[in-house]
């Protein structure tokens, strides 16, 4: 069955860097889209990346310019760089995948995704 596993989430100063990485198993990643989220509190989940293996790639309005998203599919991977961090990008990050083709407007939206990981946190002060 489907797997994704999220690691990489930490505590870091406002400014600081992380990588956060997703592993997939159990399916073949060539052909499927990727998307990272983040989710607030109040359990409502943000799209702040998304990646299809034929080369889209979307960024929310919050993070662009700061975050960058690719995979490797050799490793089964999906990554998350995150950079110039700011006390409001501190939540639970997830990121979800789902096969076949995704319209470049619904990378980013939870509704478009089959799978989900457990997801990281990542804490920003």
């Known amino acids: 069955h489907v797997q994704l596993v999220e690691s990489g989430g930490d505590s870091v100063q406002a400014g600081g860097s992380l990588r956060l990485s997703c592993v997939g198993s159990g399916f073949v990643f060539s052909g499927y889209c990727f998307g990272w989220f983040r989710e607030t509190p109040g359990g409502k989940r943000e799209g702040v990346a998304g990646?299809?293996?034929?080369?889209?790639?979307v960024y929310g309005d919050s993070v662009k310019g700061r975050f960058t998203v690719s995979q490797d599919n050799a490793k089964n991977t999906v990554y998350l760089q995150m950079n110039s961090l700011k006390t409001e990008d501190t939540d639970m990050y997830c990121c979800?995948?789902?096969?076949?083709?995704?319209?470049?407007?619904?990378?980013?939206?939870?509704?478009?995704?089959?799978?989900w990981g457990q997801g990281t946190q990542v804490t920003v002060s």
């Open positions: 990646i299809h293996s034929e080369g889209n790639v």
């Open positions: 979800a995948a789902t096969m076949g083709w995704v319209p470049r407007r619904g990378m980013l939206q939870r509704a478009y995704y089959d799978y």
